[in-house]
């Protein structure tokens, strides 16, 4: 089954803007970036929405795992970054 991701990125940018206070949206939008090999872009689009959203584990978790990758492949360490949105 071919996997429709730019689909998948207009549906989840109509969830945030329908409605923005669910972070369903947020990480939907943000996992489909990753899929579509642009990490750099998912993590952009969490940073500012992720502290609105302090019980979402997932989110948290997704931007761990972004942020770590973002920074793999920049050649810098990561883990201090990443720690700060799993505390």
Request: charged share 25%.
């Amino acid at each position: 089954m071919a996997k429709k991701w730019e689909a998948a990125l207009d549906i989840a940018a109509a969830i945030i803007q329908l409605d923005p206070g669910e972070p369903l949206g947020w990480v939907n939008r943000s996992y489909v970036l990753h899929e579509m090999k642009r990490t750099a872009e998912a993590r952009d689009n969490l940073l500012p929405v992720v502290e609105k959203f302090p019980d979402d584990a997932i989110m948290r978790y997704n931007l761990a795992c972004y942020e770590c990758q973002w920074a793999w492949s920049c050649g810098a360490s990561s883990t201090a970054a990443s720690c700060r949105w799993c505390a």
